[in-house]
T-cell receptor, first 113, second 115 residues
Framework: QQQVKQSPQSLIVQKGGISIINCAYE??????FPWYQQFPGKGPALLIA?????SEKKEGRFTISFNKSAKQFSLHIMDSQPGDSATYFC????????????FGKGTSLLVTP | NAGVMQNPRHLVRRRGQEARLRCSPM?????VYWYRQLPEEGLKFMVY????????ESGMPKERFSAEFPKEGPSILRIQQVVRGDSAAYFC?????????????FGPGTRLTVT
């Protein structure tokens, strides 16, 4: 079963706007939550990651917000640019037990000029 | 430092043939992971290997699929007697140490089409 649920499936944002992608999980043992960016024909690349001991992490225009009690985390892309158009995947894993990154199904983001 | 290399990038096989996918990890990386991505789906973990050892193959189908990472040379994902449902993009990732402490770097993928 899908251990990480991601929404929306697709998203269109105007240049300069904020893109928001949400993920939810059930397994409370997850303790590492990365986001990956994938361009067509390429492999995923790590964008930003968070652990549950913090509620927010910011790197440039990208911010992860984490709500441990709700078992949700989200990616915010501020001042979205056409070059941000890509597919974004959230993932979750457990340190020290199992090795798999459990991926969401992905969100296709289109930033229009 | 070259990234993770995968070949071939595109592979077409007829039903019943064998597919061999190769992955050369980044220099200095001894941990390799294989993931499968079906259309409109996220990546699904298949197997995690270190040199000469399979550490976790919990995501591998029980039949027809096998993986190895020999002491010398690339990691190989082998699919025997391919079926249409095997058509997917197969991604390899590598890291210098165990997850999730160490980031997994992904290759460009091999797109397998079974006709």
């Amino acid at each position: 079963q899908q251990q990480v649920k991601q929404s929306p499936q697709s998203l269109i944002v105007q240049k300069g706007g904020i893109s928001i992608i949400n993920c939810a999980y059930e397994n409370t043992a997850f303790d590492y939550f990365p986001w990956y960016q994938q361009f067509p024909g390429k492999g995923p690349a790590l964008l930003i990651a968070i652990r549950p001991d913090v509620s927010e992490k910011k790197e440039g225009r990208f911010t992860i917000s984490f709500n441990k009690s709700a078992k949700q985390f989200s990616l915010h892309i501020m001042d979205s640019q056409p070059g941000d158009s890509a597919t974004y995947f959230c993932a979750a894993s457990i340190t020290g037990s199992g090795y798999a990154l459990n991926f969401g199904k992905g969100t296709s983001l289109l930033v229009t000029p | 430092n070259a990234g993770v290399m995968q070949n071939p990038r595109h592979l077409v096989r007829r039903r019943g043939q064998e597919a061999r996918l190769r992955c050369s990890p980044m220099k200095g990386h001894s941990h390799v992971y294989w993931y499968r991505q079906l259309p409109e789906e996220g990546l699904k973990f298949m197997v995690y290997l270190q040199k000469e050892n399979i550490i976790d193959e919990s995501g591998m189908p029980k039949e027809r699929f096998s993986a190895e990472f020999p002491k010398e040379g690339p990691s190989i994902l082998r699919i025997q007697q391919v079926v249409r449902g095997d058509s997917a993009a197969y991604f390899c990732a590598s890291s210098p140490g165990p997850p999730p402490t160490y980031e997994q770097y992904f290759g460009p993928g091999t797109r397998l089409t079974v006709t």
